[in-house]
């Protein structure tokens, strides 16, 4: 089973208005990640938090980290129609060589 | 910088026959990564090379996928023979990973691969 499961799996929103998905994992780990894939393209990196942190902010977007409960947020604030995009977790695990493990995705459309 | 390279972008190919997808990583990037993407299983990693050596290839399915790094500017994954499950898209990634854990990806724009 995959380290990282995002939920939900698919989120409609009207522009203007926050988007916030979760991503849980299993095992102890480094990083996390949040990556983000438009259609037919490649993944882009957008954060990176580390397990020692609780918080990061990078413009619109603004990730937590529980490492008590093993999850992770990525909220969206004030989207747009340009975010319409697939967003994935990806854990960093040391047991595991440091390589990143990635969660289903979640698929958000912003209606304009 | 180009960023990561994949070649070819589509790929439509008759069961049986062999299938090479082709990657350039972004120069000084000491780690590379190959990814496949299915709507059914998501993103898996396939196999991953630090300085041009395989560490641990794990996820490659069968042995009929093999995957090289002869050096640091250019990595293949190989098909032989092909079949219609493995239609997909092939995304490689690169990083170079100071400190020992993994930082940013760069991903490439991906090889759709269809097996017809």
């Known amino acids: 089973s995959q380290q990282g499961e995002e939920d939900p799996q698919a989120l409609s929103i009207q522009e203007g208005e926050n988007a916030t998905m979760n991503c849980s994992y299993k095992?102890?780990?480094?990083?996390l990640q949040w990556y983000r894939q438009n259609s037919g393209r490649g993944l882009v990196h957008l954060i990176l938090?580390?397990?020692?942190?609780r918080e990061k902010h990078s413009g619109r977007l603004r990730v937590t980290l529980d490492t008590s409960k093993k999850s992770s947020s990525l909220l969206i604030t004030a989207s747009r129609a340009a975010d319409t995009a697939s967003y994935f977790c990806a854990t960093s695990i040391k047991a595991a060589g440091n390589k990143l493990t990635f969660g289903g995705g979640t698929r958000v459309l912003v209606k304009p | 910088d180009a960023g990561v390279i994949q070649s070819p972008r589509h790929e439509v190919t008759e069961m049986g026959q062999e299938v090479t997808l082709r990657c350039k990583p972004i120069s000084g990037h000491d780690y590379l990564f190959w990814y496949r993407q299915t709507m059914m299983r998501g993103l898996e990693l396939l196999i991953y090379?630090?300085?041009?050596?395989?560490?641990?290839d794990s996820g490659m399915p069968e042995d009929r996928f093999s995957a090289k790094m002869p050096n640091a500017s250019f990595s293949t994954l190989k098909i032989q023979p092909s079949e219609p499950r493995d239609s997909a898209v092939y995304f490689c990634a690169s990083v170079t990973q100071a400190g020992g854990n993994t930082g940013e990806l760069f991903f490439g724009e991906g090889s759709r691969l269809t097996v017809l």
């Open positions: 938090i580390r397990s020692n942190e």
């Open positions: 095992t102890s780990i480094n990083n």
């Open positions: 090379f630090n300085n041009n050596v395989p560490i641990d």
